[in-house]
């Protein structure tokens, strides 16, 4: 049986950094990772050139159901300090909407960039554990290359979402095993989909993209609306996924900050014989707006539209409240919403409380970013901390 100081279990973006920082403080670091390659979901994150972190995050961005949990970690080891390592390895950026960085050239550049930082770390991938137990000094761990202990243990094996990368509930295992809750894991950053009969309305819409409020309860966003041949998709749509549950409706705002029945009035008034769908096709995408107006029965001339069906229309655009049937699950969602419950966890260490020595850091314990950088930001704020002490 090999003896480490600490072992990884998991090699992603919160192990890697987890991994990176107990090495340099000279501890004996082995990281195991059951895939034949480190990093993937890295590799693929923000169509291959990661979007590494957000300018703007800060624990409001965050979702948990011990909300407060992420403030220390992220605190600890900001946006600014992920960007300064960026620098340092000479790794030109970009900046798109709302904050987003991404790499110039590829996201290989932060995986390399992690390995080059873990250099002294032992990375083992190809490996199946197979069995975790605890011993007098430590855990044991027993994978399909033989024993290996150590008296940390690490666990950052992510969630289920996109399992084709090959990811699984091996964390929430673990953490079962020793006695923590497990928040009930769902998808989250996911597409909507939708009934039949929904589905039949949307037929053609395929493609179209708006700028719309999508709103559940208090939370609300303000991005692109994509409709698909599935349903609604799109960055306002895999936002506010992360807050819908099954039953649940979504309010949706076509022309945000634009009153459409004033607006289709004043119309009225100075261009009465213009086509419903015409005006409406001036502020939104013509096959869409023409769609809106058969379905609230708008499709004359504004002068022979009564003001009743004009208000209708107008709800439809501003209020227009629909109800998903489900989503397209963890085969397609960008993250794990539930985990390990993090009231068992020390908010500075990542450290269980009752088992010292043991850790969960990364996407498997309960904290899920909204879309745009910020899940990778936790990853390397949480694997920053848990490397502090391990």
């Given at each position: ?10 090699a992603?973006?919160?192990g890697?950094?987890c991994?990176?920082?107990?090495a340099r403080?000279g ?7 059951r ?5 993937e979901?890295?590799?693929i994150s923000?169509?291959?050139?990661a ?6 995050a ?7 159901d011990n909300?407060r ?12 300090d992920f960007i ?5 390895h000479?790794i030109?950026y970009h900046?798109?909407?709302h904050?987003?960085?991404?790499c110039d050239?590829s996201?290989?550049?932060?995986i390399d960039?992690?390995?080059d930082?873990?250099?002294?770390a032992?990375?083992q991938?190809g490996?199946?554990?197979?069995r975790?137990?605890?011993?007098g000094t430590?855990f044991?761990?027993?994978t399909?290359?033989?024993p290996y202990a150590?008296?940390?243990?690490v666990?950052a ?12 509930g091996f ?5 079962r ?11 989250g950053?996911v ?12 037929e053609?819409?395929?493609?179209v993209?708006?700028?719309?409020t ?9 991005e692109a609306l994509?409709f698909t041949h ?6 306002v749509?895999l936002?506010?996924s992360?807050?819908?549950?099954p039953?649940d409706?979504i309010?949706?705002d076509?022309?945000?900050g634009i009153d ?7 119309f009225k008034?100075?261009?009465?014989r213009?086509?419903?769908s ?6 939104l995408p013509r096959?869409?707006?023409q769609r809106l107006?058969?379905?609230t029965?708008?499709g004359?001339?504004l ?8 208000r209708?229309l ?19 969602a960008e ?6 419950d ?7 260490t ?6 010292p020595g043991?850790?969960?850091i990364g996407?498997?314990v309960d904290?899920?970013?909204?879309l ?5 930001q936790?990853a ?5 901390a848990c490397?502090?002490v391990v």
């Open positions: 049986m090999t003896d480490f100081d600490a072992i990884i279990i998991g992603g973006a919160a890697l950094m991994a990176g920082e107990a403080r501890r004996r670091v082995l990281v195991l990772e895939a034949s390659r480190f990093g979901k890295i590799r923000g169509g291959g050139r979007n590494f972190t957000n300018l703007h800060s624990p409001e961005n965050y979702l948990s909300p949990f992420c403030v220390s970690a992220l605190a600890r080891y900001t946006q600014h300064a390592l960026v620098e340092k000479g030109a900046e798109r909407d904050g987003q960085l991404f050239d996201a290989q550049q932060i960039m992690l390995r930082e873990a250099r002294d032992v990375i991938t490996t199946a554990v197979e975790v137990s605890a011993n430590g044991a761990v027993e399909s290359r033989g150590a008296r940390a243990l666990i094996s992510g969630g289920p979402s996109i399992p084709k990368m090959g990811a699984t964390g929430y295992e673990i953490a095993q020793f006695g923590l809750k497990v928040i009930a894991p769902r998808a950053l597409p909507l989909t939708f009934d039949p009969d929904m589905k039949a309305r949307m053609g819409l395929s493609g993209s708006v700028n719309a999508a709103a559940h309860g208090k939370t609300s966003f303000t994509l599935r349903g609604l998709s799109g960055p749509i936002q506010i992360s807050y819908w549950n039953g409706a309010m949706l076509l022309l945000p459409a029945f004033a607006t289709l009035k004043d008034q100075s261009e009465p213009k086509e419903v015409t005006v409406l096709s001036q502020m096959r869409l707006a107006a058969v379905w029965g708008c004359g001339r002068a022979e539209t009564p003001d009743m069906s004009l209708a107008g709800d439809h655009i501003n209020r227009w409240q629909i109800k998903p049937t489900g989503s397209e699950g963890m085969r397609t993250v794990t919403v539930g985990g390990v993090t009231r068992a966890l020390s908010s500075k990542m450290e269980v409380r009752s088992r043991l850790y969960f996407e498997t904290v899920t970013g909204h745009g950088g910020f899940n990778f936790w390397w704020a949480s694997g920053f490397g502090q």
